[in-house]
């Protein structure tokens, strides 16, 4: 049997993706095998058509793809809780791009009744990441106030909405007029367009020279300086990327008289159990929110699977607010 799927058969631009037919995947006795109908595209996929990201021991080494949305057809022995034909949205490491693929069972989540198998797909990556990094890592707590740099993205969109409804004061940072008022809409308390306004000195006005409790950082470069300036007595500072750079010179002097923790983590290369007990947290603390409206999924633009380059030209571009998906 046989599944068309997008393929990276080389490192280059956004062209290298195509269209190619592969055998339906196999799946392990802890894993369920899925129809997909929608797919997530996410920074760590282009990366990894660049060459920059190889996906770990046991993905697919060449079809891409973290997050799924669609309907299981088979499941493995151990898999006890999932059935054929449930709607089910999960993170996996790799494969996503394709007709079908194989997630483990306990990194799938239900679809809530109210969301579309697009804006489910929009969903995995994004929430486990942001769970992990700020409220395991960084224990952001109700009551704090959290800056996440790229608001507007698909980290940002999601971070802006799980902080907010948890309790926190969330603000941004955005590059254009238009980002930051849908950032604020969103529910960021201020939003500052980092192309016209220094970061720093807006968050020490903002905060009367306290500074926020929590940093989300995707940037890396000279931001770590400008973030560590930033942060409260007691501080945590995040970062998931590093997209400016990862060599970067700081003031060790202030981590140690405010009291400041640096941490930062990768998700793809973490075990099975790890990711399931996120998606435990996730399903008795945001999939709630998710099936009430609370919180929402901010899609912003679906392509055709046959259309994966545009989309990542996009994603690129840096143009879209929210996240990109493929439909199959």
């Not at 058969?9 to 392990?28: A, C, W």
């Not at 996996?92 to 997630?103: I, K, L, R, S």
């Not at 704090?144 to 971070?159: C, D, F, N, P």
């Not at 500072?237 to 003031?251: A, E, F, P, R, T």
Request: aromatic share 6%; glycine share 10%.
């Amino acid at each position: 049997m046989y599944m068309k799927a997008i393929v990276i058969n080389q490192p280059g631009g956004p062209e290298v993706l195509k269209i190619e037919e592969r055998p339906i995947p196999g799946y392990s006795e802890n894993e369920v095998l899925v129809k997909v109908a929608a797919a997530g595209v996410n920074r760590p996929d282009v990366s990894q058509r660049k060459g920059n990201y190889p996906p770990p021991a046991g993905a697919s080494p060449d079809i891409p793809g973290l997050e799924i949305a669609g309907t299981i057809i088979e499941t493995g022995s151990n898999v006890t809780r999932w059935k054929t034909g449930d709607k089910i949205c999960a993170l996996v490491t790799g494969g996503g791009y394709a007709e079908y693929c194989a997630a483990p069972a306990g990194q799938c989540l239900p679809v809530p009744e109210n969301l579309t198998f697009v804006e489910a797909a929009s969903l995995p990556e994004t929430f486990f990441t942001v769970w992990s990094n700020l409220f395991d890592r960084g224990r952001l707590k109700a009551g704090e106030t959290l800056l996440v740099h790229g608001g507007s993205s698909g980290i940002g969109v999601a971070a802006i909405q799980m902080a907010r409804a948890l309790g926190a004061t969330v603000y941004v940072t955005a590059g254009s007029d238009e980002k930051c008022r849908f950032c604020e809409d969103l529910g960021a308390a201020k939003a500052i367009n980092y192309k016209a306004e220094n970061f720093t000195n807006m968050i020490k006005e903002i905060t009367s020279g306290k500074g926020v409790d929590v940093i989300l950082d995707m940037v890396g470069g000279n931001y770590v300086q400008n973030n560590i300036r930033s942060l409260a007595n007691d501080g945590r500072l995040v970062m998931i990327n590093m997209m400016m750079g990862k060599d970067v010179q700081v003031d060790l002097s202030l981590v140690m008289t405010k009291r400041l923790t640096i941490t930062g983590s990768t998700l793809r290369s973490r075990d099975t159990v790890f990711k399931a007990t996120i998606a435990k947290n996730l399903e008795e603390t945001i999939w709630p929110l998710l099936a009430s409206g609370k919180i929402k999924p901010v899609v912003n633009k679906v392509f055709p699977a046959q259309k994966a380059a545009d989309a990542h030209r996009l994603m690129e571009s840096s143009g879209h607010i929210g996240k990109i998906v493929l439909a199959f």
